[in-house]
């Protein structure tokens, strides 16, 4: 267990303690973490800066407006809706289209709008929020992917999780939905991670129920070797949320529209550490790095550079 122990810190692989205790704690201010455990406001905060995220059809913040959100969707097809202060893709419904008894989620079920509004109604009460406080239901578009994951993807939406440190983007894994995960890209409910390196945004070997996988399971397709579109764009956008926070440590998930390009899922001030098993390394050493040339590392090209000349894998 010690030889184990040994290997893992020379690979530098962070535990839930180290990452809270030398990373999180220390760097992270307290009064900044509503900006991304608040998904609306993470979203009115990149929509001011100008940073593309999925269109926002309407909030509910109370029952009568949840009542609006129904007539509202009258006019949509196909939408998302989401708890503003939920994690871990608890409380997402994604709505892919409309049956003649009401709407057809994206795991093929039917769903009447009197679903809908008990769903809304316990967003509000606070059923999937951090904490369980009362919360608020957003309605946006729903993203159409990337054709470049249509073979490595089973019925959900893939999205790329990149971790930065002081505005430099030093470890990436593309989740990819599952049957086991109901069509979410969170590794939690049996998502896949896969490996990213960060010098030409190839995908490496992915990780599935904590097994080292090389193909999907549910489309038997290789998850190794894909090339993922608009890679610099996608690390300039990641480099970038330090500036648009102000957190030095956080996660930030990026989807890649086909017509829209990247877009802004959402940030986080705790992303998780399953990233490391997915690139089959540490976080550590990276993160080390990063504080021993911060001061060189001005620009936002400066610290895009850095993070496909040091931590390609």
Known sequence: MLRLIKQLQAKGVLGLNARNGAYILPHNPRRLY????DKLRTKQLAITAGVAVPELYGVAETPY???EILQMLENHSDFVIKPAQGSGGDGILVIVGRTKKGFRSANGTIVTK????FHINNTLSGIFSL??????????YRVKFDTIFEEITYNGVPDIRIIVFY???VMAMVRLPTRVSSGKANLHQGAIGVGVDMATGTTLEAVYKNDIIEEHPDTGNPVMGVVIPHWKKLLTIAANSFELTGLPYQGIDIVLDRDLGPLVLELNARPGLGIQIANRTGLGNSLKKVEQHMVELNGLAERVAFAQEHFSI
């Open 131 to 140: 904490g369980g406080q009362p919360d608020v239901a957003l309605v946006e």
């Open 65 to 67: 407006q949840a009542r």
């Open 167 to 169: 505005g430099v983007p």
């Open 114 to 117: 009197g679903e809908i509004a």
């Open 34 to 37: 509503p900006l991304v455990d």
